[in-house]
């Protein structure tokens, strides 16, 4: 398994056009993408600051969610409200 954390800074004010936006990628992720186990947004207690919380079977899943169109095309509508890059952190499982 692996786990991916990408944690996105949005412009001040664009919170709530980053989280329509983003809330529109999930629901694209989790109705088109059987290798992905799990995918939420989350808004952290730092005003401007989200998180996307993934698990995916494998690898090749992990490389089919970066390849798919709703993630191209979400994600560069996304990159608006953005405040810089996100910062990822992927991960293997223990289990």
């Known amino acids: 398994m692996i786990g991916v954390v990408a944690t996105i800074k949005t412009k001040p004010g664009a919170g709530a056009d980053f989280e329509a936006t983003a809330k529109r990628l999930v629901e694209a992720v989790n109705a088109n993408e059987p ?5 939420r947004l989350f808004r952290t207690e730092n005003e401007n600051e989200y998180r996307f919380l993934e698990a995916y079977k494998d ?12 993630f191209r095309t979400i994600g560069k509508e996304m990159g608006a409200f953005m405040d ?7 991960m293997e499982g223990a289990e």
């Open 35 to 39: 290798g992905c186990l799990f995918y």
């Open 84 to 90: 810089g890059p996100p910062d990822v952190t992927r």
């Open 59 to 70: 690898m090749d899943a992990v490389q089919a969610h970066r390849a798919s169109d709703h």
